[in-house]
């Protein structure tokens, strides 16, 4: 079996106990990790500190780290697939898209280290002041502390330590305890890829024990945690003064409008609403449908769910695999089940074995049920009718969260009225909520979260903007 | 008889010529106005070139004139508004309009004259460069050569003379030698609010003589033009290396889909086509309309049309007034004839009486007629049936101008499939070509010219970007 | 007497209880306010969240109202100025000149109200979104909680609803409860401006009961703060998922460099340490001065605090007037003395009486005195001698503040390595750290807080930028 | 012998003319290349135009073409860098520098064809306007005609063709007739990297032909030009209402101020003013030095221009090279000579052996001698003393040239008082004029020229932004 340890200060560390990740689909231990104590936290955040002060990358050599991880990270991209899919139980194609989008991520953070610039402000413009010159830089906020999620190990890993490296910043990276390998791999391609010792340290444990101890380490400048809406607010108030990107949850909309190209909405619907069996921030949950279009929408939907592959996530034609754990499978039965209690249909779907659960797609539902107005975080979605677009907006925006919807329609006055009025970060228009790619800014409204990421959109985060004010003679 | 007098280095100047302005609609003189010798004129690029050295406004006060001249604008709004009903012959609602619209524009520029700024460039980005630190200013390009047209004889003017004084240069305008008076009116409103003086000189003349005697002048630093193609293009070549904003002419299309509004196309066509008899940079001349539904618009526009009040400008009713000369107006009926000789047929209108040519719809027309690829420039428009829209924007695109465009139509992909290829600068969705507000990035591409209008994008024209760079020891 | 009422949903409200504000110089009873209970502020939120629902002001009726606003601030000036002076013992020139900031602060977001734009999300140049067109669109927040502190009683107060009006939100307004007086006025005149009802409330008391209820209460979308580092992070850590702008303590830095304009660097600090009896955020505070010029420095400062008049704030001519209330000029008398006996000097000053604590100059103090590491918040500065400007700066980057700093240096070197490495929100060159113009970003780093105000920046994050992203066809 | 031919859609073309290319050390023809007749030129036009409609690159697509070319500018560095030094006789060092830099320029451009993007435009804050939503993209201009110098064989067309394709373009290239194999080398890299046939095509023959063929065609969208002001101008002249970018001449000027650190610009200058010969637009022409300093300046002066070493510009260690052709070194010889008689001293250099010029000082020069008031463009640089700075940068600005000047000071009010009023494109603060790195803005005022190069200020030039105005309906 692997063996893996810590990574501080650009040594690789054992400690007293380990942690076990298992294989999510056969549920077998597949490698050990060395577990962080109280002492390796405060080591890392001490090597971060240091390093931060020690090491000051010019913006083109930060250039040259990032892009090199971008390449390694694309060299490397089967094996760190594989690890993906056996420890987040994730298929392998998407495991495999996961990778090329973490290159992608990095590509761009590496471009954006070259662009970091200030602007000029008219402080001549106030009256008195007409002596003045006045411009901003950009800083490095410091050490930012990275608490990541199992959803994705390599991507969302890649969106906090990306850009805090090319924001000049170092890091305290803690993933996710079920999935920590990949990110302990990406310290080594990081490693290779040249960065100073110090600018990046891994330490995995759990977030009631080293995730806490980072929240009340005061040496650490800036929070970029994504997880749980509950973790969130935890971390923003048992921190002090620091910063927080928080990337938190969704329980995503999207509306299919009457007048929308409807073979179009099931097959995006299908395909978006199941992957890595739902365990994305941004999955389709709650499908509202126009009721003159809700018959022949259900039955394509049907139709293309039927082309699913579910099972071995290693197998690389799997569509649908495990979720992270039999014990939340059980927990989205459980909901389920309370909403077919409720009067709730299972149109398709709802069987589940061991973590594995079927893609489900429900009917009948009520805004109150738990599979509706929480974030399932699983391969289920819900269809509700509306008859009218203005009230269906009205009820979509009673949810206390606001990350990414859609809209399927053709007519341009509904696609806007909704994109004007659906309280998200994101819109798409005849697409899914769960588009997204690495360039864009990313991040939510309400109780999904603050702040956005996408290299630049971070980069902007984990800087200071700083005035510099000139009071010139003539 | 009103007399008036050019306007340079703070005075009001007599000239031993005079030049004759006309009443529009009676064709009688109505004011005579001293014009521009070769004296005068390079008298009036002296007294700028030395204003610009001598008058170095902070930007607080160029916003504190200019709010002024926007106030005074407004304050004198129906005295103006008959200025311009009277010498253009523009019906008097739209003179109005016109009078609120530059009032709006002095504003917008007032306030910009606020955020003139420059930005950071990342310098120490580049390999070899660490210890340097940059950014960029805008300073004044020095003295605005301004030549207007008569159909907006203030807000054009506005235009040019607002930004340039926002920026900090000094100007010399020559408005149009049909439409002096308004611009007159315009040079005692600055002064009246504190504009020191030599930083406006207003000479009237004709291009051949004035504005040739502009262009050889090299202490001009900028030009900024509006007019025809042909003079655009004379201005380009007969100017040493000067740089110029040049908005030139247009055969402005609109497309009506067959998925349009059809109600809302013909109602905005009717309205846009003929404003001021047609003279406007971006009436509507082209209507490209779905065979599928060509038949209910032109019964829909011929209804809207009716509502078109015709004959006296002064008349607060009139939405359709006299051309500017009768001479355009023969020449405007001459190309109908034309047309109508080739094969077109007069749909709706075609009747002259003196400079008053009834508001013109022809049909059946082909690509090479006159009234098609040329500016008519005059209230007549084309309508010409397309069955997909892919070959009708190809055949749009034929034309060597590209100003503004629209298109009418319900369906999101259509409206933007032409979005992005009609080949202009401003495009509508379910708006006529004609739409323009002050605020906005205004100019066309092809042969329609060079260089954005709008206070903020003029003055980004109407500044130099100079960049500054430290190189520092530590 | 007079007597004042809360202002909620558009009417003039009384309550059960009252509020005595007491004169800050004869510290007699001036005014009564009603004081907000529980129900009170409960009204306030539920009348500004359905505002913000019913109320949809266009951008361009926001700029009238916030213009208005400005116009009736400056004709009130001397009005409003007394009050200040009154409720706050600020001085009668500082006041007046808080009164033009304030009308500058309304004018630039009455502007800015009109410029929110998004910008274009370049997602077509990802692998596979070619046929995606996306930008980005900024909506208001909703319920905006500003809660402001005493010592800017009308500009801080701007600086908070004058944006959030500006972005479209909704506003309740928890002034100082020692100086509620100008705020209601401000509220008063929103009304004659034609703020539509509900759009503001005003609700006066403690932070300890009507604070800590606006806390709890989730409709506030975003809480805007400007007071001490301890109740900024008491609001972070009470408050839910939402938004925070915080602007905290500092205790301003400012180096005199031995190739200073010594004369310049006297003279500015001798003016902008004691403003308001150095209860300005950014008042000078620490004075780091080359041992090589720290005698001509020290003889320079005294000549230049010698002209500074003291005494009762109603006389034109003072300048420095009592602290805000005994209690607390006894508390910077006791830090004083506190640091006299751990070896300081008083060079000058340093006698009290009353709330009237002499402008004073610290010599020979130490880095963990309170004097110096602590945020004084009265008439009392240290001068501090150096030898080396890396080591300098070292030091004052000890602190837990970073608000605003400045150095004064002819050496262009050393001012940008100063500008590079001190850890401030906003560094002036050869100015003191109290500069600012309304216009520009103003915010600090470390416990300074977090966010920008100036209106352009505090619109910015008054509102969520949104990503609308199209899926085209062709 | 070499022979090379012409790159016309994607194939090699030969013609019946040759043109030879000279060794410009030896002055031994060194390569045979088919020169372009009418018909190649019109061909060349044709292609591009065809696979402008063609061949619609993705963003992506765009950047792996660039991407892969600026490694292949890489891996064949020193091939490149020896073709640069025998055809243009640059120093071996400096050529392999220009390599460096056109890979970079390439990557640039690359990373920029990613970040094409528009931006939202506040049309609903105009009244009227409540419903409309707007926002602009960018498009490409077309096809580009490039006439590029002999001076940067490669880089300077690497910053014609690289932005051109990034933003979408096709173009035609015509380097220049003494350097054109540098050109043919890139269409081959470019070729090898992916580059669609039509996309770019290389045409080779002398202005007066191929030039002024290129100048009548109407296909040409837009012109990018480095060249004299001469050209330029007949360029602008004779073109129609195509898009310029003139990238033209300069004589330099550099100030060393009393307070400047003389041994760092004695060093600069002396790397500055005779790098290629003097043979950079930017080289250092002008030095005005503070009368305080000269004598000690000249000395340094003296001192670092002994270490240069001048002869074979294939030894890796010479500094100064041929002139381009012995005519040139002629022309200059002569200038030297007739300021010479004007009673100017020779202080260094003044020597001539065919091509080859030694870097040479003048003093005692006077405004009118054309070493000073025109661009020589050779290895002579003229010394000029001053006493004040404001009348010296008013005799500064007297050049009818602003491309970049400089200063040297270490006093910061001095340093931006020369960069506030010195009519330049960029200013440097403790640098020569000939400070420039690839990813910033570059270009003149006045006579040098209009419009930016740099890959980002490129691409801006290249496109044309488009405005998107939708009017909805609700």
Known sequence: MQQFQLFID???????????????????????????????????????????????????????????ASQLISDQKEELAMIITREAGKPLKQARAEIDRSSQTFLVAAEEAKRIHGEGVPVEAAPGSENRMAFTIKVPVGVVGAISPFNFPLNLVSHKVAPALAAGNAVVLKPASKTPITALKLAEILDQAGLPKGLLQVVVGSGSTVGNQMMKDQRIALYSFTGSAKVGLKLKQETGLNRLILELGNNSPVIVDKEADVELAAK???????????????????????????????????EYMADLKIGDP?????????????DEAERAEEWIQEAVEKGANIFIGGEREGALLKPTILTDVKPEMRVVCEEIFAPVASVIPFSDIKQCITEMNQSDYGLQGGI?????????YAAKHVEVGGFMINDGSQYRVDLMPYGGVKDSGNGKEGPKYSIEEMTEERLIVMNLKV
């Open 10 to 68: 650009g040594k690789w560390i054992d400690t007293n106990e380990t942690l076990d990740v298992l294989d999510k689909y056969s549920q077998e231990v597949y490698a050990r990790v060395a577990k962080a104590g109280e002492e390796s936290v405060d080591e890392a955040i001490t090597s971060a500190s240091k390093a931060f002060e020690r090491e000051k990358l010019s913006p083109f050599e930060r250039y040259q780290i990032l892009l090199k």
């Open 268 to 302: 995006t619907i299908a395909a978006q609403s199941f992957a890595f069996a739902g365990q994305v921030c941004i999955s389709v949950q709650r499908i509202y449908v126009h009721e003159e279009v809700q018959e022949i929408f259900l039955e394509k939907l049907k």
């Open 314 to 326: 290693t197998d690389p034609e799997t569509d649908v695999g495990p979720m992270i754990a039999e």
């Open 408 to 416: 399927f329609t053709q007519n341009i006055d509904t696609a806007y």
